[in-house]
């Protein structure tokens, strides 16, 4: 059962501009006294808070240097960018359900990208 009838809008975030917003939503709810964090919105921000490596700025300029390459479109950018895959397998995992398989040397250049950031 869901709450929602439609989707009004969509948009891709990193996990750093997730925590960055949960944050605030956070320091919000804690300024009421008598609004308690649900218990899906403190798992939310435990999840944003543990996982998230980069600066905001930064997940979004790896992402923006993901998009620029060719086989890198927005949604799998925006995964990278949450992942931070190490090595070529890892980022193969991120491919698994596309319909074509990247080459060695395609994996090695997201790889590389990746690693200016991390």
Do not use: C, W
């Not at 008598?34 to 899906?40: F, G, N, V």
């Amino acid at each position: 059962m869901t709450i929602f009838k439609e989707i009004v809008d969509e948009e891709f975030l990193t996990v750093s501009e997730t925590k960055e917003l949960l944050a605030d939503i956070e320091a919000e709810r804690a300024m009421d006294e008598d609004r308690e964090l649900r218990y899906e919105l403190a798992r939310a921000i435990e999840h944003a808070n543990r996982f998230a490596v980069l600066e905001p700025a930064e997940a979004q300029d790896l992402v923006d240097d993901l998009q620029d390459m060719e086989k890198v479109d927005e949604p799998t950018a925006y995964k990278i960018a949450n992942l931070l895959p190490r090595n070529r397998d890892e980022l193969r995992s991120v491919y698994a359900q596309q319909r074509y398989s990247l080459s060695g040397d395609e994996l090695d250049e997201i790889l590389n990208v990746i690693a200016q950031y991390v």
